[in-house]
Each structure stands twice: as C-alpha cells, then as structure tokens.
C-alpha cells in the first residue's frame, strides 16, 4: 500500500504545456495552463496508468478521500497523473496518456469516490478475460453517508445513479469518473476530443464503438459520483450545461451524441427538432412522477439552452 496523502504534500506540481499530442484527432493547441504531478509505479512498466484532471487538488475534501482509497487498493501495480488547472478536461486526459506506460488507462474524476478496495483488481481482470472490451464502467451508486438533497438529486436525476448490474452489459453509462480503456486503442482512436467543452464521454464512447469496440458496465465494480450538494450549486450547473449545448449545436453538431438514461442499444443521432419537441413531453412525466428535483434542472438547462442559442446567435 502507498501513501498518496503524504506523496499529495510532498508533491511537485510542473508544467504540462510541452506534452506533445501528436494522435489526438480533435486537438486544442492552445497553451495549456496545467500542472502534472506524477507518482511513479513499482515498476517501470506498469500493468495501469490512473488519470485525473482537476481543477484545485481539492473539491471541496473528496480529492484528499480518494487519495486515501488508492492507497487502500489491493492492486497497487499503477501509476498516477494529475493534471490541475487546465479548463480542457479533455486535454488533461490526454496529456495523461501520452506519458502513461500502463496497458489500460483509468480516469478517475477528483469527486469519485471508490469505495471497494478491489476495484481496481477487478477491472483489470475483466478487461484481461474479455479482450474484445475496449471501455468498461462501473455502477455509480447513491452512498448512504450522502445528504438527503444529494440521494434525492441522485435518484431522481437520469444517469446520476443506477442499480448495479448483474452481468456484463453494453451500456452508455460508462463514465469518466469510473473508467477503463485500453491505452493502445484510446489513442487509435485519437483520444478525448480536447476541442469541446461539453460532451466528452458521449464522443469517446462514440469513438470506440465506431472501433468496433464494446462499451460495458461490468458488475461487481461500485463506485459514488456526487452531485452538487446544494441548490444554488446544482441548479447553476444545469443553467450552465445548457449554455454549453446551445454552444455545441450551433459550432459542432456532429459532436452532439444522445445519452440514454437505460442499458442497451439506442440511436445515436437525434434531430434537434425532435429532441425540443419531447423536452416538454418528458418534463410532463416528470411532473406526473413526482420528480420535482429533475423537472427544475430540467427547467434551469432549458433556460441556459435559449439564453446561450440567443447569445451565438447575436454574437454571429
């Protein structure tokens, strides 16, 4: 077991703007005002290499309590990347990846919480006994030591939170707060899309699948990914979740991938005049559900979405 706390405040942070990229398909040259802290693995060539862009090292105490699960991991054959500050999270990922040595890369969001000191262990023996894998998620599941408001937030918003499957299954649920991928793929198919500021797991899991590669959840892997935990804080992000689709239906909609809230097969592209014509349908079943929580995020992104389609279109 490693200390990552006391490696955290011993830590050299440098510089991450000269990690050249060359694979990355939608790359963003603009300089990168991220810095990289990296724990070495055992071993010069490490089985995983963990990534987790941030953006203070901190987030609000839940950084410093994943530091405490990694070093509670029973597999401790990784490596580990940092990247603070840089506003492309996408960006941060990748310049993870060009230095990682690892066979799988894991992104690990700075709020994720692992709970299972076998999860690591678990993952990669997955992704080792099923090769034609090249993505794999876990649960996230609502913890009991969460707020009310945040057990509310989670169980009433779609893909905040979902019962643990029993068995492999193709999903677009995995997620980058809980996600491995094979490294040599992951840069086949030319990494996170750093051009984009909304959007990113719906095109790298785009991106794998056009691979022909699968995109799963796998059972048995348990992990906690908390939603703002005030009103304030959640409904700001809504309204700003919407500014940012306007933004990417108006410069780049072949970028805008749906986002089922269930397992399974889907379409990929929806209409964006069909997609506004079942937003007030889909807030009525909210409404008849009782979901109050989900209709007024619902109510907040739709706000954002007009204003920030208003203002492009002003700007333009």
Not at 34 to 59: E, F
Not at 141 to 165: G, K, L, N, Y
Not at 176 to 192: I, K, N, S, T
Not at 206 to 215: C, L, M, Y
Request: hydrophobic fraction near 40%; aromatic fraction near 10%; charge should be neutral.
């Amino acid at each position: 077991m490693r200390d990552f706390e006391q490696l955290f405040d011993a830590a050299a942070w440098l510089p991450s703007a000269d990690v050249v990229r060359t694979w990355v398909k939608f790359r963003n040259d603009e300089a990168s005002s991220g810095l990289l802290w990296h724990v070495p693995a055992q071993r010069k060539r490490p089985l995983l290499s963990l990534i987790i862009p941030t953006a203070d090292a901190d987030r609000g105490g839940y950084f410093r309590q994943l530091m405490r699960q990694l070093g509670e991991q029973d597999f401790q054959d990784f490596e580990l990347y940092v990247i603070k500050g840089d506003k492309r999270q996408g960006r941060g990922i990748n310049i993870g990846a060009q230095l990682a040595k690892g066979e799988y890369l894991l992104t690990v969001d700075d709020d994720s919480s692992l709970p299972d000191p076998a999860t690591l262990s678990k993952m990669i023996a997955a992704m080792q006994a099923h090769p034609d894998i090249g993505m794999a998620g876990g649960n996230n599941t609502v913890p009991e030591w969460a707020t009310p408001f945040v057990q509310r937030v989670m169980r009433q918003i779609p893909r905040r939170s979902w019962e643990p499957v029993k068995a492999i299954v193709d999903s677009d649920l995995a997620e980058h707060p809980c996600l491995m991928m094979r490294a040599e793929l992951f840069r086949r198919v030319g990494g996170e899309n750093e051009q984009i500021p909304r959007g990113l797991d719906p095109y790298l899991r785009k991106a794998f699948r056009d691979a022909e590669s699968r995109v799963v959840i796998l059972p048995g892997i348990i992990y906690h990914h908390l939603p703002p935990e005030t009103w304030k804080k959640l409904l700001t992000q809504f309204y700003r979740n919407g500014r940012q689709a306007a933004y990417a239906n108006i410069h780049s909609p072949e970028w805008v991938i749906e986002t089922p809230a269930e397992h399974g097969e889907f379409t990929e592209r929806v209409p964006l005049w069909r997609r506004i014509f079942r937003f007030p349908l889909r807030m009525l079943g909210s409404l008849l559900q009782g979901k109050w929580v989900w209709v007024l995020c619902e109510a907040c992104y739709a706000t954002g979405f007009i204003a920030g389609w208003l203002g492009e279109k002003l700007r333009g």
